[in-house]
């Protein structure tokens, strides 16, 4: 049986003290991680456009419409 992929998910960052590279109010991009999100971490793409886990308190999760989440995916910017 096959996984369904799941849907992009974003984030707010909301506290980055100790992780300057990550801008308070900022929307994120979270990547899938199952294993991370086991140790309460998140796999974040940064201001760099790498992905690096952080942990999951410094972001809350926010979804969008679908039409939302596709505008923001073709994005240029790896940060929106």
């Known amino acids: 049986m ?4 799941s849907r992009p998910t974003f984030a707010v960052c909301v506290a980055n003290q100790g992780a300057e590279d990550l801008q308070i109010w ?3 991009r979270v990547m899938p991680d199952e294993t991370a999100a086991t140790e309460k971490y998140l796999r974040v793409v ?6 690096y886990l952080y942990p999951a308190r410094r972001f809350v999760l926010v979804t969008f ?3 939302v989440e596709r505008r923001l995916l073709r994005s240029k ?3 929106i």
């Open 46 to 51: 940064d201001e760099s456009g790498e992905d």
């Open 65 to 67: 419409p679908a039409p």
């Open 2 to 5: 096959t996984k369904k992929p």
């Open 26 to 28: 900022k929307l994120y």
């Open 77 to 79: 910017s790896s940060v």
